[in-house]
């Protein structure tokens, strides 16, 4: 039977349709390419993509992601790097491999004698590529040092020390603290390996690149942390991302139905401070039965924090501005020669003054109880990474995994 020629102009591609409409990522359909792409099509995906295959510069840096992403697949995936990865080598056709299209050919079966699994291998490859581009052309990495200053600044200014003790203060009240850690930034195979396990995949995506954590003496001094941090417009609760707050450490809905109770027995009996403060941590201390909230897969559920994610608004004044503001009033007093004549007819309208910029940062807080619990065994921040590799190592190799019908 002869087909018709104008079907090929209603073939559907599921598996992308799946992608683009369905929620489901990239990184999990069956190819991460559409097979059988001819060198034209490769060339007009990688245009599409963003990237110019002719552009020698473009090439450079792709195959510069290549071999990062080669080391990263056997540093991390593969037990020649990580004892608990698969007992796996890369085949030798990857390492033949000196421009980035020939393993786009590679990928879609269109280099002469491909094996299925070196395609399978090829697409690994590319899945990892394609998570490095995203970290490195992430805008706003170039602002990171004023990030960090203008967060870090906002709760420095409370922290203070009064002989060994730490607080955190306003000057009137003052909450002591076991400890107050930053985290200046996430390591970039840290980044690489939770956006590799993230359905999102993209660095926009990640909010815990700037952090602070709190560590106090009590479950009532964190949650005093917390008032503390929004009166003292610390954090704006207006800026919090809701889908990020996770309180696994004090029941609220418990504890609010008998603070007012605890409230009105300190007026009633005239209750001295430490007793007020007594009666209120016995009620935290007897308050079960938290409720199992929506976390990040990865993490125990022996881990009890209070966790959440705000936004600042970063305000970054361009130097090259105020640079070439000077160089521009010199060239207007000179104004005869050919130079400054150029100079003065330059357009300034898109360069910018002041950028500005909303950009996440996350809140920890944990009483030294449940830190120490935290740091120990199952709910350790190594299990946790552990967790996250073995996750990624799955997902990015699944399709080779069943391939080989590997037990992992």
């Known amino acids: 039977m002869v087909r018709p020629d104008y079907l090929s102009k209603y073939m559907f591609d599921w598996e992308i349709l799946d992608v683009v409409v369905g929620g489901r990522s990239a990184l999990d359909s069956k190819f991460f390419v559409t097979p059988l792409m001819e060198a034209n099509q490769i060339n007009q995906f990688l245009k599409g993509y963003g990237l110019d295959p002719n552009d020698p510069i473009s090439k450079a840096e792709l195959f510069g992601n290549f071999q990062e992403a080669m080391q990263f697949v056997r540093r991390y995936f593969l037990k020649e790097g990580n004892s608990e990865g698969l007992d796996l080598k890369i085949p030798n056709s990857l ?229 070439f503001s000077a160089v521009r009033k010199a060239a207007k007093e000179d104004g005869e020669s050919e130079l400054a004549k150029s100079i003065m007819n330059l357009d300034l309208s898109m360069i910018a003054r002041d950028v500005r910029f909303f950009y996440p940062f996350e809140v920890q807080i944990a009483d030294l109880k449940s830190h120490k619990e935290n740091t120990e065994g199952e709910a350790s921040h190594a299990e946790y990474k552990k967790a996250q590799t073995r996750s990624a190592m799955k997902r990015v190799f699944g399709n080779l995994i069943k391939y080989k019908n590997l037990e992992v």
Not at 155 to 180: A, H, V
Request: aromatic residues 10%.
């Open 95 to 323: 390492y033949m491999i000196t421009d980035v299209s020939e393993l786009l050919m590679l990928a879609t079966g269109q280099k002469e004698g491909t094996e299925r699994e070196d395609q399978l291998w090829a697409e690994i490859i590319l899945k990892v590529m394609h998570t490095i581009l995203h970290v490195d052309k992430d805008l706003r990495s170039t602002y990171f040092s004023v990030i960090q200053t203008q967060i870090f600044d906002k709760f420095y200014k409370y922290i203070t020390r009064d002989s060994d003790s730490l607080f955190l203060s306003n000057g009137e009240e003052k909450i002591k603290l076991i400890d107050f850690e930053t985290k200046s930034k996430k390591a970039r195979e840290s980044v690489i390996i939770k956006l590799l396990h993230k359905v999102e995949n993209v660095a926009e995506e990640l909010f815990d690149r700037v952090g602070v954590r709190f560590i106090t003496e009590s479950k009532f001094d964190a949650l005093r942390v917390v008032n503390f941090l929004v009166r003292e417009n610390i954090i704006i609760p207006h800026n919090i991302k809701p889908s990020r707050s996770i309180n696994t450490l004090v029941n609220l809905q418990d504890l609010k139905e008998k603070y007012q109770n605890i409230i009105k027995m300190s007026l009633r009996n005239d209750l001295a401070e430490d007793r007020f403060l007594n009666a209120i941590e016995r009620e935290i201390a007897e308050n079960i039965g938290l409720t199992d909230q929506d976390r990040n897969k990865h993490t125990s559920k022996k881990y009890k924090a209070i966790q959440f994610t705000c936004r600042q608004l970063i305000k970054y004044k361009n130097p090259f501005f105020k640079e």
